[in-house]
């Protein structure tokens, strides 16, 4: 059973407009969250964090959401540019020992000019 | 500063061949791990090692072996290929925990026939 779910495979948005990407996860004890990007032929790159104690981050263009009660965050790039184009995966961690990050299975956005 | 590197590249097996994947490091970071990638499946955790010396399974340790002789290198095994392992691996590391943000190399190719 998947513990981080990403139910959209694939995301399609306009240079400038917002994209948001969308996360959810079913393990209560999880207590932080990442998201990386990742490019074709890459490895992925860490992109933002949030902590269970805070409901948003933000840096620069990018804004991670994080609602506990609906066991959900989302991801915001505004404004989106072509370079945003690429898979972005949610993690999630419990701060409990020998337990390491679970990844959902990703996102593709695709940002046309 | 090279971050997390990975050889080979690409390498193709046929079934039941062995081959060992190396993943190099030069952040000084303790924890390092290996992760497989296949469509639609995201990133899987195989094995994981928090420190020179200790190594610990993952989700999806079956038909692979690690070992994490040197702080910086992190070593993932195939003893006897199977096509099922035709995928693509990662390798991360992070400084401290298992929590912390994890850095990725660009990954290894393997075909298995």
């Known amino acids: 059973d998947q513990q981080v779910k990403q139910n959209s495979p694939s995301l399609s948005v306009q240079e400038g407009r917002i994209s948001i990407l969308n996360c959810d996860y079913t393990?209560?004890?999880?207590?932080?969250f990442l998201w990386y990007k990742k490019y074709p032929a890459e490895g992925p790159t860490f992109l933002i964090s949030?902590?269970?104690?805070?409901d948003k981050n933000e840096d620069g263009r990018f804004t991670v959401f994080l609602n506990k009660s609906a066991k959900h965050l989302s991801l915001h790039i505004v404004p989106s540019q072509p370079g945003d184009s690429a898979v972005y995966f949610c993690?999630?961690?419990?701060?409990?020992?020998?337990?390491?990050?679970?990844f959902g299975k990703g996102t593709t956005l695709s940002v046309s000019s | 500063n090279a971050g997390v590197t990975q050889t080979p590249k690409f390498r193709v097996l046929k079934t039941g061949q062995s081959m060992t994947l190396l993943c190099a490091q030069d952040m000084n970071h303790e924890y390092m791990y290996w992760y497989r990638q296949d469509p639609g499946m995201g990133l899987r955790l195989i094995h994981y090692?928090?420190?020179?010396?200790?190594?610990a399974k993952g989700e999806v340790p079956d038909g692979y072996n690690v070992s994490r002789l040197k702080k910086q290198n992190f070593l993932l095994g195939l003893e006897s290929a199977a096509p099922s392992q035709t995928s693509v691996y990662f390798c991360?590391?992070?400084?401290?925990?298992?929590?912390?943000?994890?850095?990725f190399g660009p990954g290894t190719r393997l075909l298995v026939l």
């Open positions: 090692s928090v420190g020179e010396g200790t190594t």
């Open positions: 949030i902590s269970s104690i805070k």
């Open positions: 393990n209560s004890m999880f207590d932080y």
């Open positions: 991360a590391s992070s400084y401290s925990g298992l929590q912390e943000t994890q850095y």
């Open positions: 993690a999630a961690s419990a701060n409990q020992a020998g337990t390491a990050l679970i």
